[in-house]
């Protein structure tokens, strides 16, 4: 059921040109592998997320975590 909360959130980044890629346990965390034209980043389900979107995050402040 998970996924399907995050469904909207994955649909947005597809539209705005992101490639959604593997999901990964890091740390006991779920992250999905989030891809655009420059950067990458291991992005965890839930307000990382949501926040990048939104555009209030960026993959580069998610990697510099």
């Given at each position: 059921m998970e996924n399907a909360s995050?469904?909207?959130a994955l649909v947005?980044?597809?539209e705005q040109g992101f490639e959604i890629a593997e999901s990964a346990i890091h740390d006991g965390h779920?992250?999905?592998?989030i891809r655009s034209r420059h950067d990458s980043a291991l992005v965890e389900?839930?307000?990382d997320l949501w926040?990048?979107?939104?555009?209030r995050l960026t993959l580069a402040d998610i990697a510099r975590r």
């Open positions: 995050i469904e909207p947005v980044l597809k779920v992250r999905i592998r389900i839930g307000q926040d990048l979107a939104a555009g």
